[in-house]
């Protein structure tokens, strides 16, 4: 039975197995010789290749069990985003930030650093308080700051190099709304005054066409409470589905294509419970790369890019979307040296590429940016020791964690073993 991740770039000719309970999944691990988890399959990047088996913990039984003081909740680690967050708020609760999609998993979201955007908030990973975990040898550990402290530290984002989770200890905080908000404004415009609106909206987040010179701004903001949005979607996708089949036949026509689209209409918005406004419809298939550069090196760094494509009349037909992160201490966060943007670039699925990330990863790289870890990029093991003061104490947890490599495949093998 084989797998493949979201976009179809990455398969494996694993058996897959969904263990019920954590009895179950223990003897898998314990009888395996190489394993990986999976969530939704959102990682662009094959870290959960693997030949031999896979285990997906979404038919696992478990429950929430929030805290006395109701700050924390313990979710069980295979749920999705989108169940985790609508049984939180059945309990006047919600994650303090999301991302723009919520189908993956609470484990594997934390596991690779995945953020929403907020200049006072840290990806999910800085949410998490503890893991209950599955080890190498299929027996139950516990680990927070206290408890097996530097298993903790690792396992914060671990990238599934310690073993499979089945509990998370998460900081929640009480249920909240928010007003949606999408405009189009000049990019210009958008240029001279980003930081002054990230630092005055909660959330706030741009979509750049690249042979465009309009933006489609995005801002979040707290609201009273109101019903859930009529629609789960925040843009309309049928007609920009069009469009990107037109370039993928016509890839010359990409940067008319652009022009024409970003002169009609996109303001809007929708009002609702915050788990319902935080995500949305992304049902085009793409691939995707990331980057997290300094904050103040962000805008430098997509001026650049922008500035090659169109200098190539480069047929990169998605847009690129733009968020801020806060900074958090996390071993191999991009987010570990100070707040960053983050810049993801997208390519339609059925268009080539890898040349372009390559020469946009170039540029970003030299502007002092770090790879989100599930999204496409070169790294190998130099760069991953240049780049991350921690990462020798990060192996030296693993390698004690798992000195077989149970838990590694060949892409984690080569920055990691």
Not at 82 to 88: D, G
Not at 248 to 271: E, I, S, W
Request: proline share 6%; aromatic share 8%; net charge neutral.
């Amino acid at each position: 039975m084989g797998w493949s991740n979201w976009s179809g770039s990455v398969t494996a000719a694993a058996t897959l197995a969904r263990p019920r309970d954590e009895g179950e999944l223990a003897a898998l691990v314990r009888e395996a010789r190489k394993v990986r988890a999976v969530g939704a399959g959102h990682s662009f990047m094959p870290l959960c290749e693997s030949d031999e088996l896979i285990v997906a913990l979404d038919a696992m039984e478990g429950e929430i069990g929030v805290a006395p003081d109701r700050r924390t909740a313990r979710i069980p680690a295979g749920w999705s985003i989108k169940r985790l967050t609508a049984a939180l708020w059945a309990q006047g609760l919600a994650l303090a930030n999301q991302g723009d999609v919520n189908p993956q998993s609470l484990a594997g979201a934390m596991a690779t650093g995945t953020h929403g955007t907020g200049a006072d908030l840290g990806s999910l990973a800085t949410f998490a308080r503890g893991f209950r975990l599955v080890g190498a040898d299929g027996e139950m550990r516990w680990c927070d700051a206290a408890t097996n402290p530097d298993l903790y530290e690792a396992q914060r984002l671990s990238l599934g190099l310690f073993g499979i989770a089945t509990e998370i200890e998460a900081a929640v905080v009480p249920a909240f709304h928010l007003a949606e908000r999408i405009e189009k404004r000049r990019w210009a415009e958008v240029r001279e005054s980003y930081d002054e609106l990230a630092d005055r909206h909660r959330h706030i987040e741009f979509w750049f066409f690249p042979h465009a010179d309009m933006v489609i701004l995005k801002t979040l903001t707290p609201c009273d409470p109101c019903d859930p949005p009529a629609s789960t979607a925040d843009m309309e996708e049928a007609a920009f589905r069009r469009v990107l089949d037109v370039a993928a036949k016509l890839p010359f026509l990409t940067p008319f294509l652009q022009r024409a689209m970003m002169r009609t209409r996109f303001d809007g918005g929708r009002r609702g419970p915050a788990h319902a406004i935080f995500p949305s419809d992304r049902t085009i298939r793409f691939e995707e790369m990331e980057y997290e550069l300094p904050r103040t090196a962000g805008l430098a760094a997509l001026d650049e890019v922008v500035a090659r494509i169109r200098k190539g009349r480069l047929p990169v037909t998605f847009p690129f979307e733009y968020r801020t992160v806060a900074a958090d201490d996390i071993w191999m966060s991009p987010m570990n040296a100070g707040p960053v943007a983050a810049v993801s670039m997208h390519q339609y699925a059925k268009m080539p590429w890898a040349d372009h990330f390559a020469a946009a990863e170039a540029i970003f790289r030299a502007h002092g940016g770090r790879p989100h870890w599930a999204k496409r990029h070169t790294l190998g093991r130099a760069d991953v020791d240049a780049l991350y003061p921690m990462a020798e104490q990060y192996r030296a947890v693993r390698r004690a964690a798992d000195p077989a490599g149970k838990f590694l495949n060949p892409h984690l093998e080569v920055l990691f073993s």
